[in-house]
């Protein structure tokens, strides 16, 4: 398993990630001497700046990670789990703005009708409603306690479990306490100041 976080050098420059695709493939190639078959890439969606030309640079590694296997290799499995981006205070992106739903949507369908295509690359994804709950809190403040105990009293229990999540009951629970759970997703002024 390892993180490049981003498909494209660019992007990765971009976040500072540090991680090369020359240094990515070498570490792969020697995996694969070894007898791996199977290896699993962490990507984010939505990062600032990202372009779908970079959306399709996920695809596209590891399809050139699969081929380093060699022509003889048979089994070889690449998957590539991404999640939307989700902006975390103390970190050079707190003012960025996240992703919608719907843009998530969007984008994960596009990887998914590349991905499709290649028996050896799978697809997987963090649940788009879990993220968007992530990032209303990732951001807020205490004006978000009532909405916590009424989704509590509507039965919103482990919700940071996927097969537990019932975001509906999340949205009541925004929409009863009269929070504008988009403006904590949305871009800030870097002039003004933060609730933490």
């Not at 500072?16 to 962490?42: C, I, S």
């Not at 949507?105 to 993220?131: A, C, G």
């Not at 504008?180 to 871009?187: F, I, R």
């Amino acid at each position: 398993t390892l993180a490049p976080e981003a498909g494209s050098q660019r992007l990765r420059d971009v976040i500072n990630k540090g991680v090369t695709e020359e240094a990515l493939f070498d570490h792969m190639r020697r995996l694969f001497e070894h007898g791996w078959q199977q290896a699993k890439f962490y990507f984010m969606l939505g990062l600032p700046t990202e372009t779908f030309e970079d959306l399709e640079a996920i695809p596209d590694l590891c399809r050139r990670v699969a081929y380093l296997a060699g022509p003889n290799a048979k089994r070889i499995q690449i998957t590539a789990a991404v999640s939307p981006f989700v902006p975390k205070t103390h970190t050079p992106f707190q003012w960025e703005r996240q992703l919608s739903l719907e843009e998530i949507r969007e984008r994960i369908y596009f990887l998914k009708d590349i991905v499709r295509r290649n028996k050896r690359l799978t697809l997987r994804w963090h649940e788009p409603d879990m993220s968007w709950l992530e990032g209303v809190f990732a951001r807020g403040d205490r004006s978000l306690a009532p909405a916590v105990e009424r989704a509590y009293r509507l039965g919103a229990l482990f919700s940071s479990w996927s097969d537990h999540l019932d975001i509906d009951k999340w949205r009541q629970a925004v929409a009863d306490t009269g929070i504008d759970a988009e403006s904590y997703l949305a871009a800030r002024d870097p002039e003004n100041p933060l609730p933490w």
